[in-house]
């Protein structure tokens, strides 16, 4: 079956510090990957997106994710985390190839920061 | 680009009235997805259209949940009667035809209070 996991529900970082949001997934062909985010009162905004090529992908707000298949993951990562990144992520995977299909989004993480 | 565009943004009606929510895709963008956003249930997808036509309407909670796309710049959805437990946050959103991609752009959404 199709699915995406984000095993996170809540995580707390302090300023400054170091992120990462872990997503893995189930998907039986190839696949396309992304990562949202949502502020509070927000829609929710495309921080990056992966295909093919460099597993290690560049995104707005100073976020990446590495894709490693062996392990089915897409994990987003931030080497500092400032006050204005709180919001909720989440990871999604969707069809190539073909018409436009639907995107299977996760649960969410909720990111809170500590100043 | 003014990205997708959602009317209105807040809507608060009493049990059993007619509420149609609006959407204006992206210019260009050949899909459009409606989802709904709870607490509880998270972001569920209702419908998606590509090239104007519904392609799955499984995410329709009833016949209560109709869904239109008369043209590529618009789309509604309409609840009729609506319920209390219709309440959430509805959100619209597009995406770019074309081989391999099935990104989406979010708009920002309709917050729906039914008392």
């Known amino acids: 079956a199709q699915s995406v996991t984000q095993p996170d529900i809540h995580i707390t970082v302090s300023e400054g510090a170091s992120l990462e949001l872990r997503c893995n997934y189930s998907?039986?062909?190839?696949?396309?990957l992304f990562w949202y985010v949502q502020s509070p009162g927000q829609g929710l905004q495309l921080l990056l997106k992966?295909?093919?090529?460099?597993?290690l992908v560049q995104g707005i707000k100073g976020f990446e994710a590495e894709f490693k298949r062996s392990q089915s993951s897409f994990n987003l990562r931030k080497p500092s985390v400032h006050w204005s990144d709180a919001a909720e992520y989440f990871c999604?995977?969707?069809?190539?190839?073909?018409?436009?299909?639907?995107?299977?989004f996760g649960k969410g993480t909720k990111l809170s920061v500590k100043p | 680009d003014a990205g997708v565009i959602q009317s209105p943004r807040h809507e608060v009606t009493e049990m059993g009235q007619e509420v149609t929510l609006r959407c204006k895709p992206i210019?260009?963008?050949?899909?459009l997805f409606w989802y709904r956003q709870t607490m509880m249930r998270g972001l569920e997808l209702l419908i998606y259209f590509n090239n104007n036509v519904p392609i799955d309407d499984s995410g329709m909670p009833e016949d209560r949940f109709s869904a239109k796309m008369p043209n590529a710049s618009f789309s509604t959805l309409k609840i009729q009667p609506s319920e209390p437990r219709d309440s959430a946050v509805y959100f619209c959103?597009?995406?770019?035809?074309?081989?391999?991609?099935?990104?989406?752009?979010f708009g920002p959404g309709t917050r729906l209070t039914v008392t």
């Open positions: 210019s260009g963008h050949n899909s």
């Open positions: 998907y039986g062909a190839t696949p396309y």
């Open positions: 992966y295909f093919s090529g460099d597993t």
């Open positions: 999604a995977v969707g069809p190539y190839g073909g018409s436009q299909g639907n995107l299977i």
């Open positions: 959103a597009s995406g770019p035809s074309g081989q391999g991609i099935s990104e989406q752009y």
